[in-house]
T-cell receptor, first 109, second 115 residues
Framework: GQNIDQPTEMTATEGAIVQINCTYQ??????LFWYQQHAGEAPTFLSY??LDGLEEKGRFSSFLSRSKGYSYLLLKELQMKDSASYLC??????????WGAGTKLIIKP | DTEVTQTPKHLVMGMTNKKSLKCEQH?????MYWYKQKAKKPPELMFV???????INESVPSRFSPECPNSSLLNLHLHALQPEDSALYLC??????????????FGAGSRLTVL
């Protein structure tokens, strides 16, 4: 079967760092993708990893270990506007996205 | 233009009504998608159009009927819906192949309420 797991909810403090983990088991792998979704809005693409290692984009970084079926999204210097749901999605052997349920991130002042 | 535009933003319809959701993109993308999203759930793929041809139908009930008039437009025709069809309907577009096919640009969504 296909399965993607990520925590349901996380809380962090403004200015701090938070790491959102994602583990997956899928039929085939063509990349792991992170999307951000603010409440009541559409998802927006953040980053993707195809090869093992760390991809950095400003305050956001994403890491992938294919052998462990594991990824994380690292958010630094948290801002209140980072309060959102973060969706992990894996591209399977047919290049179809399999979505995780999302992690709701709450930022406190 | 880097947007996907959806209309209407909100729609309330009765179970006997016929309505349509519309989506437009001018990003040159040749793949377009309809997703359905319920509250606190991930997006659920409904249909995929590739080069204006329906390539994926995820066993969606026939009361939802997609249409792709040209490479920039995507419609979703709604007829005889049920209250459980109330959800946010998201249109998205992407490149046709490779990793780019999974970098989706979503529209703002049409929030549908079926009474």
């Amino acid at each position: 079967g296909q399965n993607i797991d990520q925590p349901t909810e996380m809380t962090a403090t403004e200015g701090a760092i938070v790491q959102i983990n994602c583990t997956y088991q899928t039929s085939g792998f063509n990349g792991l993708f992170w999307y951000q979704q603010h409440a009541g809005e559409a998802p927006t693409f953040l980053s993707y990893n195809v090869l093992d290692g760390l991809e950095e984009k400003g305050r956001f970084s994403s890491f992938l270990s294919r052998s462990k079926g594991y990824s994380y999204l690292l958010l630094k210097e948290l801002q209140m506007k980072d309060s959102a749901s973060y969706l992990c999605a894996v591209s399977d052997s047919n290049y179809q996205l399999i979505w995780g349920a999302g992690t709701k991130l709450i930022i406190k002042p | 233009d880097t947007e996907v535009t959806q209309t209407p933003k909100h729609l309330v319809m009765g179970m006997t009504n016929k309505k349509s959701l519309k989506c437009e993109q001018h990003m040159g993308h040749r793949a377009m998608y309809w997703y359905k999203q319920k509250a606190k759930k991930p997006p659920e793929l409904m249909f995929v159009y590739s080069y204006e041809k329906l390539s994926i139908n995820e066993s969606v009930p026939s009361r939802f009927s997609p249409e792709c008039p040209n490479s920039s437009l995507l419609n979703l025709h709604l007829h005889a819906l049920q209250p459980e069809d109330s959800a946010l309907y998201l249109c998205a577009s992407s490149q046709e192949e490779g990793v780019g096919a999974n970098v989706l640009t979503f529209g703002a969504g049409s929030r549908l309420t079926v009474l």
